[in-house]
């Protein structure tokens, strides 16, 4: 669930005191076991309104319970800025989120777009029960939780019924290798209506290694692609995080996307898709790990 280095621009150091194994209703502060270990609730220090979620001591999400308009990781603004520079907001978009942790850009989405409907997929079922108890998620069929891994859940699914497809999942500091092949990459075209939008969050060292494996394997499986970090990280400066989209689409283009990345707490950049490409340069797009024979 470790998001790396997603709350850069306001990265929260204090924990509650208050632990406890259960809330009676909204959220209250304390340390709760969950199926992959445990979830801390911490009160924003910064803002007495809204909540950090930590999961196994990494930011995970950040909500404000009475503004779902608001996001506070800047990786999470930079996707929406992806979506909001194909829609309107009166589009009755279908998103796949995968990974979902307190469910901030679900929920945020949902509220930007009143005719679009969600289904999160989320590893850890008590979380995402956790996330229901202590926030006002849209119910079911606008927001659906699903728990269960994110591969498995998406090979599952009927060709061309979602339109945006966000994955943001982590085991530790990175994803999980099945989550960012060019077999796995495939399952979310196939998933994709036509004019559809695969978003990543890619969390890499200052190497880039990953992220340029990343924008290889995207760029492989769409016609474009476009990529958003600040400087600091596009020059290998810091570890942190990569935002990288593919589709069948253009993307990237608008002066007004270019215009609002540098408004936020790190102003970041569009690459768009030839700029993209070259960023990934020689990498070779991620693959499956061959199947092994076991012989008796």
Not at 1 to 7: K, S, T
Not at 39 to 68: F, K, M, Q, R, Y
Not at 113 to 137: K, M
Not at 241 to 268: E, F, M, T, W, Y
Request: proline share 6%.
């Amino acid at each position: 669930m470790n998001r790396l280095d997603v709350a850069v621009g306001r990265q929260r150091k204090s924990r509650s005191e208050n632990a406890g194994s259960s809330a009676p209703g909204g959220p209250v502060a304390g340390i709760y076991p969950i199926d992959t270990g445990t979830c801390e609730l911490v009160a924003d220090p910064n803002d007495p309104n809204s909540w950090l979620v930590n999961v196994n001591g990494a930011p995970s999400s950040h909500i404000t319970p009475d503004d779902p308009g608001r996001l506070d990781f800047d990786y999470m603004r930079w996707i929406s800025l992806v979506v909001r520079e194909r829609w309107q907001p009166d589009a009755a978009l279908r998103f796949l989120h995968l990974g979902g942790g307190a469910c901030s850009l679900a929920r945020y989405f949902a509220h930007t777009y009143p005719q679009s409907r969600h289904v999160v997929v989320e590893i850890d079922g008590t979380l995402a029960e956790l996330a229901r108890q202590w926030f006002d998620l849209p119910r079911a069929p606008r927001l659906r939780i699903r728990a269960g891994e994110a591969r498995a859940v998406t090979e599952t699914l009927t060709e061309s019924t979602r339109d945006v497809v966000i994955r943001d999942v982590f085991a530790g500091d990175a994803t999980p290798a099945a989550l960012t092949t060019t077999e796995f990459t495939a399952h979310v075209r196939r998933v994709l209506a036509p004019g559809g939008i695969y978003v990543v969050n890619c969390g890499d060292q200052r190497d880039l290694s990953t992220a340029k494996r990343e924008a290889a394997t995207i760029g492989a499986a769409f016609r474009f692609t476009a990529a958003i970090a600040d400087q600091a990280m596009l020059k290998g400066r810091r570890r942190g995080n990569i935002v990288i989209a593919g589709s069948d689409d253009p993307l990237g283009q608008s002066p007004a996307l270019a215009r609002d990345l540098l408004v936020g707490g790190v102003p970041a950049h569009v690459l768009q898709d030839e700029q993209t490409r070259h960023f990934a340069g020689t990498s070779l797009p991620l693959r499956d790990a061959p199947a092994t024979t076991s012989f008796e």
